[in-house]
């Protein structure tokens, strides 16, 4: 039977992976029944289908990670199991990553308005660019994840059949020690949606003197995309301020004492990242905030037909 202390993570992290799928399976169910009625797919469309796929995978490998730690601790101890887990983990966690910092890209290059002649060229080819950007991202973290952790398998495998005293540490201080490698490539997306945030801020700046210069009026549509864009980026980047830092504690608890208490409230604040960004996404696009008022009204009819009449 499962502790006070298990029991309280286990609902948790249930509720909070009901949340993150449901919000993430909304997003890609909303654009794919757009896409089949339009016969048309929009970039940005595209970019929220792929983000919203790899948070889902996401939550859910982090989910069945502590689970299979808390309920069957001795599942890791087949190794093709954990070399399999921690393959789709860094997979999901990199794509997730990568597919975002596309989106503050996406932002940039279509509001921004920066006087360089290799932005202007980005602005005009920002489909391509963005596709580019989105296939790059794909290979890069099937790359990362897949193969390396292959080697990473095969390598500590033949260390172990050759010095079976040095288990312990080739069983749990290398396998911390890869995810933590690893997931260091994490930190590129978010430099990328660090520079986009400052480009962002930089133009608005340069926008609003202007306006201020023409008397023009401070709320025109241009400051109020540039201000919903940098409210997205900075959402985002404060998100994975909180989330990466944890995310490589967890990936180091097996080295610390208290390491499956660390690992239960690790997998807690990680999953409210993805959980909690879609719903974010959803209320800054207008189109999924329509589809998702829509539903909202239409539970709420529901239920209040089914109450039953009272005097």
């Not at 992290?13 to 169910?29: D, P, R």
């Not at 070399?83 to 990199?94: G, K, L, Q, Y």
């Not at 890069?140 to 540490?169: C, D, Q, R």
């Not at 080295?255 to 996404?281: A, C, E, R, W």
Request: aromatic residues 12%; proline residues 4%.
């Amino acid at each position: 039977m499962p502790s006070t202390i298990e029991a309280i993570y286990i609902i948790l992290i249930a509720g909070e992976l009901t949340i993150g799928i449901w919000g993430n399976g909304f997003i890609v169910l909303v654009n794919c029944i757009d896409w089949l009625k339009r016969r048309d797919v929009s970039l940005i469309d595209i970019i929220l289908i792929s983000l919203a796929i790899s948070r889902i995978c996401l939550l859910c490998v982090i989910s069945l990670d502590g689970f299979f730690i808390l309920l069957f601790p001795g599942t890791y101890d087949i190794n093709v199991l954990e070399s399999i887990m921690d393959a789709v983990w860094t997979f999901a966690n990199n794509s997730s990553l990568w597919f975002t910092s596309c989106l503050s890209i996406f932002y940039l290059l279509k509001i921004a308005n920066i006087s360089h002649p290799f932005f202007f060229w980005l602005k005009l080819k920002i489909n391509k660019v963005i596709l580019a950007i989105l296939l790059g991202s794909f290979l890069i973290s099937l790359i990362i994840s897949f193969p390396i952790n292959g080697m990473w398998y095969h390598l500590f495998k033949v260390s172990h059949e050759e010095n079976i005293t040095w288990a312990f540490k080739v069983s749990t201080i290398p396998g911390a020690f890869k995810q933590l490698t690893l997931n260091l490539g994490a930190m590129v997306p978010f430099i990328l949606c660090l520079i986009s945030f400052f480009l962002l801020l930089f133009s608005l700046v340069r926008h609003t003197k202007q306006i201020q210069l023409h008397a023009t009026g401070l709320r025109d549509p241009s400051t109020e995309a540039h201000m919903r864009a940098i409210k997205a980026v900075i959402i985002f980047l404060l998100l994975l301020i909180v989330y990466y830092p944890v995310f490589l504690v967890m990936t180091s608890s097996t080295l610390i004492p208290q390491g499956k208490l660390v690992l239960m409230i690790g997998d807690i604040v990680t999953v409210i990242f993805p959980s909690s960004h879609s719903f974010i996404l959803i209320m800054g696009n207008s189109k999924l905030r329509e589809a998702f008022l829509k539903m909202l009204r239409f539970v709420k009819g529901f239920l209040r037909r089914r109450k039953p009449f009272g005097p």
